[in-house]
Every structure is written in structure tokens, then in C-alpha cells.
């Protein structure tokens, strides 16, 4: 999106970039955008693509370990208390 309006002849300051990504997320990232907007560390473009990326990764992760393995089998002991 930043790409497309540069090349239309917009001029961006990093400041506008950065609120230009943050508004363009999903409703879904609610708790993301309210951590990049107060985080001192997200300055430029290049920031906040290199932390959405990290947040992309952290929940495929995520979702990979959610999967629960079940494992039956066929033995029965008796327990005796």
C-alpha cells in the first residue's frame, strides 16, 4: 500500500508510514496496534514490517502447538488404591 501511494507521487514521512500500517490491520490485531503505537521502538517502515512479521511467526507457532496428540491404548491395567 505504502509502495502504491509513493509511486502515485505521495511523500511519506516514517511517522506516516508507521500510521498508515497501523490503521490499515485487521480489527483482529486490536492488541497489536496498541502495542506498536505505544512502543518507542517502531520508528520507520522497516520497523514496523520487521515486528508484524515477528507477530506473524509468533502465532503460526501458536497455532502449531494447540494441536493436542492423543494416544490411545489397548492395554486396561487395574489400579488398586
Keep these: ?3 502504491e501511494l ?3 507521487g505521495h511523500v511519506f514521512t516514517n511517522k506516516q508510514q508507521v500510521e ?3 490503521k490499515s490491520l485487521p480489527k483482529n490485531y486490536e492488541h497489536i496496534v496498541v ?3 505505544h512502543d518507542k521502538s ?5 520497523d514496523i514490517v520487521c515486528h508484524l ?5 509468533r502465532l503460526m507457532v ?3 502447538n494447540e494441536q493436542a496428540h ?3 491404548s489397548n492395554s486396561r491395567k487395574n489400579f488398586r488404591l
Design 62 to 64: 501458536a497455532r502449531l
Design 6 to 8: 509513493k509511486t502515485s
Design 70 to 72: 492423543v494416544i490411545e
Design 35 to 37: 502495542n506498536m503505537t
Design 1 to 3: 500500500m505504502i509502495k
Design 53 to 57: 512479521e515477528l507477530v506473524v511467526k
Design 20 to 22: 498508515v500500517v497501523i
Design 42 to 46: 517502531v520508528k520507520t517502515f522497516d
